[in-house]
């Protein structure tokens, strides 16, 4: 746990310890005027935490501002991280696309399950991570021009899909400060679950913080300087639409059989995978991307994908993506054809990675389950 008061702490620490001295919840504050007779102040209302959770996520900044790409110009842009134009109105129905969503007055009234529900193309896959010139600059290779898999191609949708997994890690170190006080009115005890809930959950992202700042650093010099070659891609490319397009970045412990790739011990910085998709009349790509070191855990899991049959490879990064990241959308049209095992195996993928405790998804994916994904056309390395 984060700090000695906190991580040491008992039911009489808690509730005996000193008026001046440091609360036992860690956050810097004297007891008097953190956490005594929290028990007897007035319940937190659950939704101004959601409220205030949102707005974090909703903050402003150029992750690419000064230094390497030099200084913003124009105003902080609602950026897609899956082009609107040439890749989310592929799949759309109505100018609307379906997506698993933590909105917890639906999940709610849903029994706590995760709830898929249509988003409109124009809000999803946004962040606020760009000002108006990097964008339009450093993405212009993917906004203007029909993808082909061509290695600067591959580096900026890598980069991009990185920044925003540092902005959603950034956002959440917020979320400890935000939901603090969070636990006003409840029983002491359970003051102490939600603070240790918290103080686990800060760890676990303090740590993928650093992961990613590593990595984006990389990226960055690389997009920079024009040098591909920091990065290895696999491309593949099918023989028809692909009826998702999703575009994420996570730190793999396990290859597709289970077997251990890394296993994020303190003084280990984890290694990322990248996977996003693109639409083309008439055909569709998945980009498998990995930083080139020797043993990359990315090229690894791009190798086994490759040695799959064609007919399924689709499907294996389709659920692969469900899994790990939550930037995936589906043609509404194909998901409510889908059948009633289909669906159960991509709530439990969706419900599975979603875990705010940081632990990595377990579900296996299921090759064995047919979800009717086009076949692939080929295989090039990028």
Same mark, same amino acid.
């Given at each position: 746990?984060?700090?000695?008061?906190?991580? &040491?702490?008992?039911? =009489?620490?808690?509730?005996?310890?000193? #008026?001046?001295?440091?609360?036992?919840?860690?956050? &810097?504050?004297?007891?008097?005027?953190?956490?005594?007779?929290?028990?007897?102040?007035?319940?937190?209302?659950?939704?101004?935490?959601?409220?205030a959770t949102r707005k974090a996520f909703k903050r402003k900044l150029c992750t690419a501002h000064g230094g390497l790409f030099g200084d913003c110009d124009g105003q902080i842009v609602k950026a897609h991280s899956i082009s609107k134009g040439a890749n989310l109105s592929?799949?759309?129905?109505?100018?609307?696309?379906?997506?698993?969503?933590?909105?917890?007055?639906?999940?709610?009234?849903?029994?706590?399950?995760?709830?898929?529900?249509?988003?409109?193309?124009?809000?999803?896959?946004?962040?606020?991570?760009?000002?108006?010139?990097?964008?339009?600059?450093?993405?212009?290779? +993917?906004?203007?021009?029909?993808?082909?898999? #061509?290695? =600067?191609?591959?580096?900026?949708?890598?980069?991009?899909?990185?920044?925003?997994?540092?902005?959603?890690?950034?956002?959440?170190?917020?979320?400890?400060? +935000?939901?603090? =006080?969070?636990?006003?009115?409840?029983?002491?005890?359970?003051?102490?679950?939600?603070q240790d809930w918290l103080a686990v959950m800060e760890t676990h992202n303090a740590a993928a913080q650093k992961e990613l700042r590593h990595t984006h650093s990389l990226l960055s010099l690389a997009l920079s300087t024009g040098n591909t070659s920091a990065l290895r891609?696999?491309?593949?490319?099918?023989?028809?639409?692909?009826? %998702?397009?999703?575009?994420?970045?996570?730190?793999?412990?396990?290859?597709?059989?289970?077997?251990?790739?890394?296993?994020?011990?303190?003084?280990?910085?984890?290694?990322?995978? %990248?996977?996003?998709? %693109?639409?083309?009349? &008439?055909?569709?790509?998945?980009?498998?991307?990995?930083?080139?070191?020797?043993?990359?855990?990315?090229?690894?899991?791009?190798?086994?994908?490759?040695?799959?049959?064609?007919?399924?490879?689709?499907?294996?990064?389709?659920?692969?993506?469900?899994?790990? +990241?939550?930037?995936?959308?589906?043609?509404?049209?194909?998901?409510?054809?889908?059948?009633?095992?289909?669906?159960?195996?991509?709530? #439990?993928?969706?419900?599975?990675?979603?875990?705010?405790?940081?632990?990595?998804?377990?579900?296996?994916?299921?090759?064995?389950?047919?979800?009717?994904?086009?076949?692939?056309?080929? +295989? %090039? =390395?990028?």
């Amino acid at each position: 746990m984060v700090g000695s008061a906190h991580s &040491g702490g008992n039911f =009489d620490t808690m509730t005996k310890q000193g #008026r001046n001295t440091p609360c036992w919840c860690g956050s &810097g504050k004297k007891f008097k005027v953190c956490h005594l007779n929290r028990e007897q102040q007035v319940l937190e209302n659950p939704w101004h935490a959601i409220e205030a959770t949102r707005k974090a996520f909703k903050r402003k900044l150029c992750t690419a501002h000064g230094g390497l790409f030099g200084d913003c110009d124009g105003q902080i842009v609602k950026a897609h991280s899956i082009s609107k134009g040439a890749n989310l109105s592929a799949i759309a129905k109505n100018g609307h696309v379906i997506q698993y969503q933590t909105n917890i007055k639906e999940m709610n009234k849903n029994g706590g399950k995760l709830v898929a529900t249509k988003v409109g193309i124009g809000d999803a896959s946004t962040f606020n991570g760009f000002c108006a010139a990097h964008d339009r600059t450093l993405f212009s290779c +993917i906004e203007n021009e029909a993808f082909t898999g #061509r290695p =600067d191609q591959c580096l900026a949708i890598a980069y991009r899909t990185l920044s925003r997994e540092a902005y959603g890690k950034d956002s959440a170190a917020q979320m400890r400060s +935000i939901l603090r =006080d969070a636990d006003k009115g409840l029983h002491p005890l359970q003051q102490r679950l939600m603070q240790d809930w918290l103080a686990v959950m800060e760890t676990h992202n303090a740590a993928a913080q650093k992961e990613l700042r590593h990595t984006h650093s990389l990226l960055s010099l690389a997009l920079s300087t024009g040098n591909t070659s920091a990065l290895r891609s696999m491309v593949i490319q099918f023989r028809s639409e692909l009826p %998702f397009m999703l575009a994420g970045a996570w730190s793999p412990f396990t290859d597709l059989k289970g077997v251990h790739l890394q296993y994020g011990g303190l003084d280990e910085l984890l290694e990322q995978i %990248f996977i996003s998709t %693109f639409a083309r009349p &008439g055909t569709g790509y998945i980009c498998v991307s990995w930083v080139d070191k020797p043993g990359a855990p990315g090229k690894v899991i791009a190798d086994q994908i490759r040695s799959l049959p064609t007919d399924v490879q689709a499907n294996a990064c389709m659920q692969l993506g469900v899994k790990h +990241i939550e930037n995936a959308f589906f043609s509404p049209n194909w998901f409510e054809a889908l059948t009633n095992p289909q669906r159960a195996q991509l709530d #439990r993928l969706a419900a599975n990675g979603m875990d705010a405790m940081g632990s990595p998804p377990a579900s296996p994916i299921r090759l064995d389950l047919i979800f009717e994904l086009p076949s692939t056309l080929q +295989i %090039f =390395d990028s």
